[in-house]
């Protein structure tokens, strides 16, 4: 049976970033739908992102009236998907390339993981001797699996979302493929919004995951994840 994907992508005010992303998706032929989900940025990235439409059918942009969190730019983005699997991406990567979208997708297409998240060049020293991003922003799964949650996750701290997945997928029992994506990173904070405001920025989205999983909750993640990898 052949399965479909779509890629889903939340941005907020990433017009200098959002571009070079795109290109990578919007060239890849395993996409059935590219939604970008504008989440009330007030620099152009919507407008940037509508200007290629017209020359990429499977895209669509969705506006959010206000900036309302990545939690909900994705359940908006879910409840619009029509694939069977949606592959989740961080707008603001850089060196993301068509191979590294295949290498994310294959484990989930070929059938030999349920789900699969990277672990990016730049991941926190800790995740890559682990072997595993926890809250790694790049992952694929079945979209029925996000599309039965959707109330819950609007309902979510911003940045909870992706330890609300891990619970998901753990209690599914589904096995996990880690996929290193050895040439891409994804910005500091600091470097996109001054130190003060990415060191500020770094603190809300740890007090959101832990508003979302307990400490020890999360260290119970990263252990059953890593002993679920195929």
Known sequence: MTRTLACIIPAFDEAPRIGRVLAAVLDHPQFAEVIVVD?????????????????????????MARNGGKSRAIAAGIEAA??????????????????DL???AAPVIEGRAGAALSLRRNAPLPWR?????????????????LAEHLDAIRALPRFGLEVFMNGLW??????????????????????K???????AADAAMMRDIFRTV????????????????V
Do not use: N
């Open 39 to 63: 989440d009330g940025s007030s620099d152009g990235t919507a407008e940037l992102a509508e200007a290629l439409c017209p020359h990429h059918p499977a895209l669509r942009v969705l506006r």
């Open 82 to 99: 029509r694939s069977d699997l949606v592959m989740l991406l961080d707008s603001d990567l850089v060196g993301l390339a068509g191979s």
């Open 102 to 104: 295949s290498a994310l």
């Open 129 to 145: 001797l682990l072997g595993i991003d926890y809250i790694s922003g790049e992952r694929i799964m079945p979209r029925a699996l």
């Open 170 to 191: 753990l209690r599914q029992g589904l096995r996990i493929a880690v996929v290193h994506w050895p040439g891409v990173d994804s910005p500091f904070k600091h470097a």
């Open 193 to 199: 919004r001054g130190r003060l405001a990415g060191i």
């Open 214 to 229: 307990s400490p020890l909750q999360a260290a119970r993640q990263i252990v059953t994840l890593r002993a679920r990898r």
